[in-house]
């Protein structure tokens, strides 16, 4: 499975995270999903994750809501 690794700002902070996922490619929108669900997923709020069916936009304003920005993937060739 193809490595992506996500640098980004949480908090201002930086941080990146290798993600071992089945597809090719990983867009921006999709970062931030699992961006959201790797330091969200656990908690008993499930108002911090998208809908299910919440578009590119609306998941990315949903992580810049909750602290994350400049969302870089690197993904293989």
Request: no cysteine; net charge negative; proline share 6%.
């Amino acid at each position: 499975m193809p490595l992506h690794t996500v640098s980004y700002l949480f908090e201002q902070n930086p941080r990146s995270h290798t993600f071992d996922l089945a597809t090719a490619h990983l867009s921006a929108d999709q970062a931030a999903m699992h961006l959201i669900q790797l330091h969200f997923g656990d908690s008993e709020n499930s108002l911090n994750m998208p809908n299910a069916d919440a578009s590119p936009d609306e998941v990315m304003r949903q992580a810049q809501l909750l602290g994350f920005s400049d969302i870089e993937i690197q993904s293989p060739a």
